[in-house]
């Protein structure tokens, strides 16, 4: 079986735990470089691989198929430009770049050089999502009419790490915001407008650390939002619709499992049977409804696929409608206005 010969830019907390060991798992890929200045920490998980001090080295490598680009967001455009212009197929982490602007140049360029970039989106593969999905498709519960989706933390003090310090591409609007924004255009294509709330709450904070985001779709609503003062439970989805209610608490296990080591195989995904959601139709009994398991090997199986047929499960032209939407609650925020999607179907 030929494997695609990939490279890992960057040997960070998002490499080591959300990539390295989907491609172990998987035979379609081998990673044969790695651009990193921590050879020792990289020889322990691919002891095969070259470790590169600079992308612009590894690139001159020919048989490299796949550059993985996991540095910090405000990195991802000029390394993906440098790969695309090698001729190589691109996977950027989430959102994907820090302007429209520089999401068009590369859609450009990789047609104009005939390659992919995709886009981790993974958690389009979590379990709770996929059952979000499966309910919606189904209209077991009648034509929704409100989903809830949160993403909340207790961190009420500001760390030391890029995400949290002021610069392009930080803050937790684009880190989780982009997450929550690219499921709800997922189920529901892009929404006729757009209220935001960016939050700036913690003492000392650099970069928002919260929102609140409403997506109207006519007389339907999507509310994503983000605290970073939030301990203890809360539900993670609340669907509401015509015939009955289902509500969902606890986080889909795989970034735990993954960060603790646990093995990449078909129980990774699986939710506890104590975090199954609550679905409630009309005046019946509550019942605990199983979770669809999680996924984030379909990722780069379907990547692997896409890379062959073009048909990648989350790609560049997917970002830039997930961006439109994030500068569109910006806007929102900063002028306390509700935002027409009228007024963004023009923004490149």
Known sequence: MTTIQTMLVG?????????????????????????????????????????IGTLEEA???????????????????????????????????????????????LIRLAAHHGVHVAVYQNRRFDGDFLTIEQLIEM???????????????????????????????????????SHLIDQALALFGEPDAVVGDVLFQRDGAETDDGFHVTLCYGKRRVILRSNSFIQGLSPRFELHATRGSYIKYGMDPQEARLASGHPVNETIGQDLVTDYGYLQIADQPVERLATLPGSYLGFYEALAAGLVTGALPVDLTDALRTMQVLNAVRLSSETGRKVMRKEWDGWN
């Open 11 to 51: 040997f960070g907390f998002s490499a080591v735990t959300f990539h390295a060991p989907l491609l172990q798992a998987l035979p379609q890929f081998t990673v044969r470089q790695v651009v990193s200045s921590q050879q020792d920490k990289v020889a322990t998980v691919f002891p095969e691989a070259k470790v």
């Open 59 to 105: 690139l001159q490598d020919e048989q490299t198929e796949l550059v993985i680009i996991t540095t910090p967001t405000a990195l991802h455009f000029e390394m993906a430009k440098q790969a695309i212009e090698a001729k190589k197929h691109v996977l950027l982490e989430k959102p994907a770049v820090v302007t429209m602007d520089e999401a068009d140049e």
């Open 139 to 177: 209209n077991e519960i009648g034509d929704w009419q409100l989903l809830e989706s949160r993403f909340d933390r207790y961190r009420p003090v500001v760390r030391n790490r890029w995400r949290e310090q002021k610069g392009p591409g930080s803050g937790i609007l684009f880190d989780l915001g």
